[in-house]
């Protein structure tokens, strides 16, 4: 089972939550924390998590979780630590996602690991594990935010196009629907100007061979006088 797997597992899933996504970071800019605040335990790894608590959440059928569409309850963004030595994750610090005010890219021209989150009482800057890890969570966060936000929606700035939600693989496949309609149409179109033409050479021959057919019958009739 990998780290996040076992985050949903351990984390998550024993409060009805569903963990819609997560990425490995550090910090950018290291914060000076005493030795106590860590419980002593040295050494940890950073997840930031997105989650979700739906109102009828039910341990028992999970499969009516997954397939509603009806607004989570709440959701939340989690930061989980898994301390040096230790196979167990332990939850941290939480915010709501209403307190989510800004979701930093650094960079819109560049696949850049860095971010930073901005929440009504704390601002962190972030490092992924990797760029394309930080893509995927940022796509996740724009849905969720988007889908389940009705107004305060944080501002998401300094974002590569191919991060905002996915839509552009959603415009993608639309792109792709118009294209194979307007081909299939065009092609009709061509089909029936043949199939115009085709008639119209047949009724010409029609003509032809009645015409002919009444020639050969007068000249038949003339030769028998």
């Known amino acids: 089972m990998n ?5 949903s597992k351990e984390i998550f899933a024993p409060h009805d939550e569903r963990m819609l996504g997560a990425v490995q970071v550090k910090r950018r800019t290291k914060k000076k924390i005493p030795f106590l605040a860590t419980g002593g335990q040295g050494e940890y790894l950073t997840y930031i998590c997105l989650s979700v608590v739906y109102k009828f959440a039910a341990k028992a059928q999970p499969v009516y979780i997954l397939l509603t569409n009806k607004k989570p309850a709440q959701a939340s963004i989690t930061k989980v630590k898994q301390f040096e030595g230790s196979t167990s994750f332990v939850r941290r610090t939480q915010w709501m996602l209403e307190q989510l005010r ?3 890219g650094i960079d819109p021209n560049r696949d850049s690991p860095e971010f930073d989150l901005l929440f009504e009482n704390a601002f962190d800057q ?3 594990s990797t760029a394309s890890e930080k893509c995927t969570f940022f796509q996740v966060l724009h849905h969720t935010c988007q889908r389940y936000l009705t107004d305060k929606k944080p501002e998401f700035i300094n974002c590569q196009s191919k991060i905002m939600g996915g839509n552009s693989i959603l415009h993608s496949a639309a792109d792709s629907v118009t294209s194979a309609v307007q081909k299939a149409s065009q092609a009709l179109n061509e089909r029936g100007e043949r199939l115009g033409r085709a008639e119209e050479k047949t009724e010409e021959l029609k003509n032809s061979a009645q015409q002919f ?3 050969a019958h007068k000249l038949a009739m003339k ?3």
């Open 3 to 7: 780290a996040k797997s076992a985050i």
């Open 102 to 104: 800004q979701v930093n």
């Open 126 to 128: 972030w490092v992924a």
């Open 213 to 215: 057919a009444e020639t």
């Open 223 to 225: 030769h028998k006088c």
